[in-house]
């Protein structure tokens, strides 16, 4: 499975992005998939998700604000984001409601599968 995250990029407080990934080597379709975001120094969480029937649901720092959406037929993942603010400055990803987890046979542990994301700075 690989997700590519791209579209983020420096931004003045109140303007807007448009996010993408792209996700292959899954059936796109089968899944809920989402966007989550890391800050500096603190965890990653989920912002947005869409599900196989378009339900969208979002985290309530970014209600009203973002809007996430989704391309079947390309197999894309889109994160809308309008009047942002410095608090949105994080890297974002994309990935599937739970995450993707890949078995590593040396530890038989689950690891969680991420893509590069893509940095959102918001300058001052």
């Known amino acids: 499975v690989q997700l590519q995250a791209s579209g983020g990029g420096l931004v003045q407080p109140g303007g807007s992005l448009r996010l993408s990934c792209a996700v292959s080597?899954?059936?796109?379709?089968?899944?809920?998939w989402g966007w989550y975001r890391q800050a500096p120094g603190k965890q990653r969480h989920l912002v947005a998700s869409?599900?196989?029937?378009?339900?969208?649901d979002y985290a309530d720092p970014v209600k009203g604000r973002f809007t996430i959406s989704r391309d079947v037929a390309k197999n894309t993942v889109y994160l809308r984001m309008n009047s942002l603010k410095p608090e949105d400055t994080a890297v974002y990803y994309c990935?599937?409601?739970?995450?993707?987890?890949?078995?590593?046979?040396?530890?038989?542990?689950?690891?969680?599968?991420w893509g590069q994301g893509t940095q959102v700075t918001l300058s001052s």
């Open positions: 990935n599937r409601d739970p995450v993707i987890l890949d078995y590593d046979s040396r530890t038989g542990l689950n690891v969680e599968r």
């Open positions: 869409i599900s196989t029937s378009g339900i969208t």
């Open positions: 080597g899954i059936t796109f379709n089968d899944y809920t």
